[in-house]
Structure formats: C-alpha cells, structure tokens
C-alpha cells in the first residue's frame, strides 16, 4: 500500500507551514500506473499537505495527509521505529470530514523523511462515502489524526467533481 500511496499522494511530505503559500489544488495522472491524483501542495515538488488517488472507475480512493506530530524518534536497518520500539508503518486512524458527514479509516503512518519531522498518514476508503459525496459538491475536506487537524483551503469543485468522475 505504501508504495502506491504515498508515491503518487506525496513524493515527499515536508514542512507544510513554510510553503503554505505556495500551495494549490491541482490534478495529475501518474506516468507508470494511470493512477489519477487531487493534491493541495506544491506541484512537481515535496511539499503536500493532503492527497487523494485513485485507478480509474475503481470506486476507490486512497487519501492521505501530512501532519506535524512525529511518531519516527529512531532508525534501525532502514525503518523507522517509535518510542515503543515499533516500526513503520505505524496503525493511524484517519478521519476525512466536511461539517456532518465523515468517514475513519484505519491507515498508516510513516515517518517523513524529506522533511526530518511529521507523520505521513494514508488510508483507502470508497468514492461513495458520504464524505466524498460532501467534497465532490462543497470542494471542502479536512483530515484528523494523531490529535491534529489538517484543513487544506476550497478546491475548485470543477476538478474534484472531475477526479471523482475518474474514479468511479
């Protein structure tokens, strides 16, 4: 799951708060698989605070968001581990909201590397959830997990309805 996920949701998870300005809503399919991606970060570069994905008329949708909260506190032979001692990828619930309507996947987080801090968390959860209904029509989501909040501004509802049309 994580090399599909984070590959096309987030080449790279940094600091989210130096580049916020920066930061759009674009859209893009991925070279390799055809995977079609909505992300708010910054195009061609590292920095994203929130992604979803998707194989085309799959009905499903991987998401998946950068928070500040960091679980990776050492290395061992190339993964992260946390304070327990545990390593990546670490079980995250991640909750996708717009006002009523939400949805929590169980996810996983992974340390991010490219920015020497946060958590990475990603999960899969069906187009048809009322969430995604919710963002599809408003252009508005966030995400919750480990304690925090991510809320990317409004998308332009044009391109989501257009990736959720994609995705089936």
């Known amino acids: ?43 061609e570069g590292d920095t994203q605070m929130i992604g979803f994905s998707c194989k085309p008329r ?45 949805a929590t996947v169980d996810g996983e987080g992974y340390f991010d590397e490219p920015a020497g801090s946060g958590t990475s968390v990603g999960g899969e959860l069906s187009s048809r959830e009322l ?11 966030e995400a919750k997990a480990l304690g925090q909040t991510v809320k990317p501004p409004l998308a332009d509802k044009a391109m989501v309805r257009r990736f959720f049309d994609a995705c089936g």
């Open 1 to 43: 799951m994580r090399s599909v996920l984070f590959a096309i949701l987030f080449t790279a998870v940094a600091s989210a708060a130096q580049a916020q300005d920066r930061m759009i809503w674009y859209s893009f399919t991925g070279p390799d698989d055809g995977r079609i991606a909505l992300n708010y970060g910054i195009p």
């Open 58 to 102: 799959s009905g499903r949708i991987s998401a998946g968001a950068s928070f500040r909260r960091t679980l990776g506190v050492t290395q061992s032979s190339g993964r992260w581990l946390d304070k327990s001692g545990a390593r990546e990828p670490w079980p995250v619930k991640l909750s996708l909201q717009w006002r009523s309507r939400s």
């Open 131 to 141: 969430v995604m209904i919710a963002f599809a029509a408003s252009g508005r989501i």
